[in-house]
T-cell receptor, first 115, second 113 residues
Framework: DAGVIQSPRHEVTEMGQEVTLRCKPI?????LFWYRQTMMRGLELLIY????????DSGMPEDRFSAKMPNASFSTLKIQPSEPRDSAVYFC?????????????FGQGTRLTVV | AQSVTQPDIHITVSEGASLELRCNYS??????LFWYVQSPGQGLQLLLK??????LVQGIKGFEAEFKRSQSSFNLRKPSVHWSDAAEYFC???????????FGGGTRLMVKP
């Protein structure tokens, strides 16, 4: 398996624009997580899914953020409208095989810059 | 509230010296524990994990960690540091009830030649 794949690796956008980040988890994993990393706040969990169902979105900062997982092999994190304070590295991770706990495997991240 | 604390923000060691990075957790029950490493511009790579059993766990790249329930700690060690170990290290924990990770603030390791 190629691991968790995120795209794009880098995104620069203007304030007010819509941004969509994409993630392909490791095949067979039950859980998918979206994290955000900033200098000020470190690594924060935004939302996670179990078997494509959102379980906990309490980390999503505002209604401008939304996430979907339409199938087991794809998830998106959308910010609309984007603001400069959304600039961060966004990581996707996946874990768990058929209910058995495993460690989380992380993608390379998407570095988002909102100007 | 569940939390993970890494007391040291920065650590500098000489190449060849030993290393210990500290991690403390606060959970209602013993959590699952992990150490990840992040090189600049990269994602997080798992070094080692503790789920149960032997409290001394071995990981990749010559790292090990010891779980001490009495101290709520899971410190990472390496007997001889290499220049390529310079990176940021994150301790993380997950409860029995859920799979989501809570991360410590990270420790940035610098290695002097």
């Amino acid at each position: 398996d190629a691991g968790v794949i995120q795209s794009p690796r880098h995104e620069v956008t203007e304030m007010g624009q819509e941004v969509t980040l994409r993630c392909k988890p490791i095949s067979g994993h039950d859980y998918l997580f979206w994290y955000r990393q900033t200098m000020m706040r470190g690594l924060e969990l935004l939302i996670y899914f179990n078997n494509n169902v959102p379980i906990d979105d309490s980390g999503m900062p505002e209604d401008r953020f939304s996430a979907k997982m339409p199938n087991a092999s794809f998830s998106t994190l959308k910010i609309q409208p984007s603001e400069p304070r959304d600039s961060a590295v966004y990581f996707c991770a996946s874990s768990g095989i058929q209910g058995r706990r495993t460690e989380a495997f992380f993608g390379q991240g998407t570095r988002l810059t909102v100007v | 509230a569940q939390s993970v604390t890494q007391p040291d923000i920065h650590i500098t060691v000489s190449e060849g010296a030993s290393l210990e990075l500290r991690c403390n957790y606060s959970y209602g029950a013993t959590p699952y524990l992990f150490w990840y490493v992040q090189s600049p511009g990269q994602g997080l790579q798992l070094l080692l994990k503790y789920f149960s059993g032997d409290t001394l766990v071995q990981g990749i790249k010559g790292f090990e960690a010891e779980f001490k329930r009495s101290q709520s700690s899971f410190n990472l060690r390496k007997p001889s540091v290499h220049w390529s170990d310079a990176a940021e290290y994150f301790c993380a924990a997950a409860s029995n009830a859920g799979n989501m990770l809570t991360f410590g603030g990270g420790t940035r390791l610098m290695v002097k030649p």
